[in-house]
């Protein structure tokens, strides 16, 4: 069965400083992974994807995250958090096309001024 | 193109009633999906749509039903409502294509029990 850590469910930065948010995956298939953002009273929408291409993965918003296999990890940063980044982010799982995903419990990210 | 949309937006239920919360996807996807969402907890999958007429149970079916009767839109019923429905209801699409299967959600519902 496929599963979703995220360590720390509120992570606090100060503007302009480097952001990293953690997430490491339990999977018996090499799995496509994926990085959600979700902003106040709205929907989930895909920050980026890994699906066994690049290791590194560069999304929206200046966001990218590194497969590590050895790790089991797909950790997300930015190097300059910005105010407007201040969301709740999931990590998830999926072990192929259409099947089900499996979200971790999400990190709330704060940006303090 | 509006991805996928959700019905209704809000809705308050006394413990017993029954609703229904209506998904609409125009982007041809195959699969669909009904997630709720609790603090703390994540997102959690209630059931499942692989096709037009196909329904699956995901993590959490207990106390819901759905139906695909077109492939645009997937349905997902509370026969009686309880208290411990009261949650964010998520839908999502995905073209469940190789390679290219992530998920659109729509804006959710916020539906509480009382």
């Known amino acids: 069965a496929q599963s979703v850590t995220q360590l720390g469910s509120h992570v606090s930065v100060s503007e302009g400083a480097l952001v990293l948010l953690r997430c490491n995956y339990s999977s018996s298939v090499p799995p496509y992974l994926f990085w959600y953002v979700q902003y106040p009273n709205q929907g989930l929408q895909l920050l980026l994807k890994?699906?066994?291409?690049?290791?590194l993965v560069k999304g929206i918003n200046g966001f990218e995250a590194e497969f590590k296999k050895s790790e089991t990890s797909f950790h997300l940063t930015k190097p300059s958090a910005h105010m407007s980044d201040a969301a709740e982010y999931f990590c998830a799982v999926s072990d192929g096309p259409g099947n089900q995903f499996y979200f971790g419990t999400g990190t709330s990210l704060t940006v303090i001024p | 193109n509006a991805g996928v949309t959700q019905t209704p937006k809000f809705r308050v239920l006394k413990t017993g009633q029954s609703m229904t919360l209506l998904c609409a996807q125009d982007m041809n996807h195959e699969y669909m999906y009904w997630y709720r969402q609790d603090p703390g907890m994540g997102l959690r999958l209630i059931h499942y749509?692989?096709?037009?007429?196909?329904?699956a149970k995901g993590e959490v079916p207990d106390g819901y039903n759905v139906s695909r009767l077109k492939k645009q839109n997937f349905l997902l019923g509370l026969e009686s409502a309880a208290p411990s429905q009261t949650s964010v209801y998520f839908c999502?699409?995905?073209?469940?294509?190789?390679?290219?299967?992530?998920?659109?959600f729509g804006p959710g519902t916020r539906l509480t029990v009382l």
């Open positions: 999502a699409s995905s073209s469940g294509l190789a390679g290219g299967n992530e998920q659109f």
């Open positions: 890994y699906t066994s291409a690049a290791t």
């Open positions: 749509s692989v096709g037009e007429g196909t329904t």
